[in-house]
């Protein structure tokens, strides 16, 4: 069973510094890897979607990176703002049965 | 990407009753999943809904207390059936689309008091 897990739980960082979101997975059989945001109260917004033969893929101010081997991935986020505090989810697609096993999450709070 | 709504936003409901939770896509899509979140949790699979098939349910969760219709591909309903306290969660609606991207809606608040 697919055990995904984040680190750390929460982050609080000063407006501009960048951000590092860590998430690690048991099993290496994965299809792909998704980042989501989640505000509180509301549903998830997907941020990035890295297929297992890819290294990291990048949007804006995000950039992830996937090792597969090690079971890791991480999401970077530069010069954090206020409207970036939320809670990232990280989500690995098992390349066995396609199911999605979700992180708990790290809630992120960047101050002005 | 798809774009998905839910009905209702959010609900407070009583002890006993049930609600019926409405997912709508706007684009065909093969696979529908039901997700709950309970308070403070990550993301739960309750069901996978396809079109033409009986929803197909996880460990922990029965058809009885959870029944999912899927009468076309750009619509799905949960039903919470016989609500308690501990049934209050936020209900979200997903879909799988492209290479594999999920997305999914607003979600439901739902209280059960």
């Known amino acids: 069973k697919q055990e995904v897990t984040q680190i750390p739980a929460a982050l609080s960082v000063p407006e501009g510094e960048n951000l590092v979101l860590n998430c690690s997975f048991t099993?290496?059989?994965?299809?792909?890897l998704q980042w989501f945001r989640q505000d509180p109260g509301k549903g998830l917004t997907s941020l990035l979607l890295i297929q297992s033969s890819q290294r990291e893929q990048t949007s804006g101010r995000l950039n992830a990176s996937l090792d597969k081997s090690s079971g890791r991935s991480t999401l970077y986020i530069a010069a954090s703002q206020p409207g970036d505090s939320a809670t990232y989810l990280c989500?690995?697609?098992?390349?066995?049965?396609?199911?999605?096993?979700f992180g708990a999450g790290t809630t992120v709070t960047v101050r002005a | 990407s798809a774009v998905i709504s839910q009905k209702p936003s959010r609900d407070i409901c009583q002890r006993g009753t049930s609600l019926t939770i409405q997912c709508q896509v706007d684009?065909?899509?093969?696979?529908m999943f039901w997700y709950r979140q309970q308070p403070g949790q990550s993301l739960t699979l309750i069901a996978t809904a396809n079109q033409g098939s009986e929803a197909t349910y996880e460990s922990g969760f029965v058809i009885d207390k959870f029944p999912i219709s899927r009468p076309n591909l750009t619509f799905s309903t949960l039903t919470v059936s016989n609500m308690s306290p501990e049934d209050s969660s936020i209900y979200l609606c997903s879909v799988l689309q492209g290479a594999h991207e999920q997305y999914f809606g607003p979600g439901t608040r739902l209280t059960v008091t």
């Open positions: 099993d290496s059989a994965i299809y792909n």
């Open positions: 684009s065909q899509v093969t696979m």
């Open positions: 989500a690995v697609r098992s390349s066995n049965d396609y199911k999605l096993s």
